[in-house]
DNA sequence: ACTATATCCTGTATGC
DNA sequence: TGCATACAGGATATAG
């Protein structure tokens, strides 16, 4: 599932891949991923011939990919969105949505998606920052990022701390698996209000968030299948590094204990009995 | 404004 | 063997 690390990883791979690169033709194989565009998907493959890409960009899970006349493509991976970059006269991926064909004859770059939540769409204007994605908070990668204000604006939540790490529009970047993690190694439950947390304990905990996303981008991101790939159609490395999600039983790396899951937002929400004690208030509320 | 839940989607795993 | 169900979880619409 990509969250932050991984969507970087595509992006990282997409500029290597199609930065400068003009577009020749563009067919639309199913038309849900490109359900966004109100014009239809023959009217979304005629608009983009033409076009020049640049330097692909990205905000938490939001990645775009600026075209040189100020327009862009927008694109969510969702749960199962890929990228793949390959030579026309190999086979098309699984579930390949759209394909992009250059003036180059160069690789294809090609949109796959099996559960088609993600999507593309055109964002006129969009290059610095599109206006689909202006409500997307920035994320703890971004250099810009204000963390005291962050954390202040955190504690003004009463909702549980996952929810809120889960809250795109309060940081963004963080989906179920790197909120376990970072929970687990601040010690914290999910269901914690977040207007109890100190605010050191908060700094700490985003601290935690932004070091684990670091070291999974630095192995390639997080698979679990084939859901996740890079433009190559590789998977990253970063599943043996999890302390915590996925370990329902395996002992707590810290203190032994057997791992619990539990439902969260018709998710699950991996955590340790001892180390994540759960709050007074959810106990009350059962 | 904030908070919580339902919804979209399909392949895989599991149970009967 | 088949059929039904649960599960994975991004963002967003909607309800409270």
Same mark, same amino acid.
């Given at each position: 599932m990509p969250e932050l690390p991984e969507v970087e990883v595509v992006r990282r791979g997409l500029a290597a891949a199609v930065d400068g690169r003009c577009i020749a033709e563009v067919r639309v194989l199913h038309p849900r991923p490109v359900?966004?565009?109100?014009?239809?998907p023959d009217d979304f493959a005629l608009s983009l011939v033409g076009r020049t890409f640049a330097e692909p960009r990205r905000r938490g899970k939001y990645l775009w990919l600026p075209f040189t006349d100020g327009d862009a493509l927008l694109a969510h991976l969702g749960m199962s969105g890929q990228f793949r970059v390959d030579e026309a006269d190999r086979p098309l991926p699984q579930h390949c949505r759209v394909v992009f064909g250059f003036s180059d004859d160069g690789p294809q770059l090609r949109f796959a998606d099996q559960r088609m939540f993600g999507g593309l769409a055109i964002s006129v204007?969009?290059?610095?920052? &599109?206006d689909e994605v202006a409500h997307i908070a920035i994320d703890?990668?971004? &250099?810009?990022?204000d963390l005291a204000a962050l954390v202040s604006r955190i504690r003004?939540?009463?909702?549980?701390i996952k929810r809120v790490l889960l809250n795109q529009q309060i940081v963004?970047?963080?989906g179920n698996i790197y909120a376990d993690e970072a929970l687990w190694l601040a010690r914290?439950?999910?269901?914690?209000?977040?207007?109890?947390?100190p605010a050191a304990t908060l700094t700490e905990l985003l601290g935690a968030a932004r070091r684990v996303m670091t070291e999974a981008l630095a192995v390639g991101g997080t698979s679990f299948d084939s859901l996740y790939v890079n433009v190559n159609g590789s998977s990253g490395y970063f599943e043996r590094s999890l302390?915590?999600?996925?370990?329902?039983?395996? &002992?707590?790396?810290?203190?032994?204990r057997p791992m619990l899951r539990e439902p969260f937002m018709n998710r699950s929400s991996f955590r340790c009995p001892s180390c994540q004690r759960p709050p007074r208030r959810a106990a009350e509320r059962g």
């Amino acid at each position: 599932m990509p969250e932050l690390p991984e969507v970087e990883v595509v992006r990282r791979g997409l500029a290597a891949a199609v930065d400068g690169r003009c577009i020749a033709e563009v067919r639309v194989l199913h038309p849900r991923p490109v359900r966004r565009h109100l014009g239809g998907p023959d009217d979304f493959a005629l608009s983009l011939v033409g076009r020049t890409f640049a330097e692909p960009r990205r905000r938490g899970k939001y990645l775009w990919l600026p075209f040189t006349d100020g327009d862009a493509l927008l694109a969510h991976l969702g749960m199962s969105g890929q990228f793949r970059v390959d030579e026309a006269d190999r086979p098309l991926p699984q579930h390949c949505r759209v394909v992009f064909g250059f003036s180059d004859d160069g690789p294809q770059l090609r949109f796959a998606d099996q559960r088609m939540f993600g999507g593309l769409a055109i964002s006129v204007g969009g290059a610095e920052l &599109p206006d689909e994605v202006a409500h997307i908070a920035i994320d703890l990668l971004d &250099p810009q990022l204000d963390l005291a204000a962050l954390v202040s604006r955190i504690r003004t939540r009463t909702s549980g701390i996952k929810r809120v790490l889960l809250n795109q529009q309060i940081v963004s970047g963080i989906g179920n698996i790197y909120a376990d993690e970072a929970l687990w190694l601040a010690r914290l439950h999910y269901d914690t209000p977040a207007n109890a947390i100190p605010a050191a304990t908060l700094t700490e905990l985003l601290g935690a968030a932004r070091r684990v996303m670091t070291e999974a981008l630095a192995v390639g991101g997080t698979s679990f299948d084939s859901l996740y790939v890079n433009v190559n159609g590789s998977s990253g490395y970063f599943e043996r590094s999890l302390n915590a999600y996925g370990r329902e039983g395996l &002992p707590c790396l810290r203190c032994g204990r057997p791992m619990l899951r539990e439902p969260f937002m018709n998710r699950s929400s991996f955590r340790c009995p001892s180390c994540q004690r759960p709050p007074r208030r959810a106990a009350e509320r059962g």
